[in-house]
């Protein structure tokens, strides 16, 4: 389906005012209608004048009384859009374009506004109601939350940029290891008429696809950088994680939900990964494991610079012929220096006021 701009004239207010007059014309030609036949009945005339008076009120009464019962039929075409809203109309069920840019407008009283999705409510911006539908929760706005829980939805499409959270999932990543993780989606609609006849709902659909595509990503990656981990593809293991490649994640995430939902023409802006974490199962247990890497990178370290500092320690001692020692002396030195240097605790030195032997 191709999307079709109506190029309608912004006549809707002098259009109102032309239904009003009308109205108000009807009520006086049933006034005048009345005072004809009562006119007819009081004149001592010819019963020729009596009849063309009798005749003339009738009419005007009928042409009055017909135009107040289907006189707001025209009413139906006034239609006001905001900036960045739509309407897609159909004429007895054929598509007869969509209407695009504020202002006050009149169409065929007879074309019907179409939106499959104006009761639909998702965790986004933009959508209010007074219920929670599948997997989805609401905010309800006090300007429009009273039509929504009566069962009365605009049927405008709004064209601005909307934001799309949807729930938090639990996934595996390409180790096995379950995770939990949620997105954000900044999309619009591009294309009402696809929106609108090439899917059934095409807010429903956007959702469903965003699960899919997070999930087809995310078993790409390992939470943390892993050893021979292909993330991309190519053959090469990469460092490539869903902790450290957050930016890297998101962009595939998009661009796999963009063709997905082409053909609902929407068009996704950005998705940003609002919430990752291990699983409740096995968050501690990895903790624990992080824990312990830490420690292991953080022990390597103070050996690296215990063992650098004995080192200069007995380079400097040597240089400066401070004192002579052998290697049976340096060997406790050494000891010495690596249990003060790499211990938990404060050393507790020991005074030594005779000979070593």
Not at 11 to 20: E, R, V
Not at 46 to 65: E, M, N
Not at 166 to 193: F, H, Y
Not at 294 to 318: P, Q, S, Y
């Amino acid at each position: 389906m191709k999307e079709k701009i109506l190029t309608t004239k912004k006549n809707g207010l002098a259009m109102l005012i032309l239904f009003i007059l009308l109205y108000i014309a009807a009520i006086f030609v049933i006034v005048m209608g009345g005072i004809c036949r009562a006119a007819a009945e009081d004149t001592v005339s010819s019963s020729g004048v009596v009849t063309a008076l009798k005749a003339a009120g009738t009419i005007f009464i009928i042409a009055g009384v017909i135009w107040a019962l289907i006189g707001w039929i025209p009413f139906l075409g006034l239609k006001i859009l905001k900036p960045n809203d739509a309407l897609v109309l159909t004429l007895f069920g054929k598509y007869k374009g969509t209407l695009k840019g504020e202002g006050f407008y009149f169409v065929n009283p007879f074309c019907s506004a179409i939106n499959p999705a104006a009761g639909t409510h998702l965790r986004q911006s933009g959508d209010v109601g007074g219920s929670q539908r599948s997997n989805a929760s609401i905010q309800v706005s006090d300007s429009e939350g009273t039509s929504a829980m009566l069962g009365i939805f605009s049927k405008k499409i709004s064209l601005k940029i909307m934001t799309l959270n949807n729930n938090r999932q639990k996934i595996n990543d390409c180790l096995g290891n379950p995770v939990e993780i949620s997105i954000a989606v900044m999309w619009r609609v591009v294309d009402t008429a696809k929106a609108v006849f090439d899917v059934d709902n095409y807010k429903e659909y956007l959702s469903l696809q965003c699960d899919s595509a997070l999930r087809n990503i995310v078993r790409l990656y390992p939470y943390d950088i892993s050893p021979n981990v292909d993330t991309t593809g190519d053959g090469v293991a990469d460092e490539g994680s869903l902790r450290g490649s957050s930016e890297l994640v998101a962009a595939r995430i998009r661009d796999e939900i963009q063709q997905k939902v082409e053909n609902a023409g929407l068009e996704i802006l950005e998705a940003r990964i609002t919430y990752l974490a291990y699983a409740p199962e096995i968050a501690a247990v990895m903790l624990q494991r992080q824990q312990a890497s830490a420690i292991i990178d953080a022990r390597k370290m103070i050996v690296d610079g215990a063992v650098g500092m004995v080192e200069m320690a007995l380079e400097r001692l040597g240089q400066n012929n401070i004192v002579d020692l052998d290697e049976e002396r340096k060997a406790a030195m050494v000891s010495n220096l690596l249990v003060v240097l790499c211990g938990n605790h404060d050393a507790q030195p020991v005074v030594n006021s005779g000979s070593l032997y």
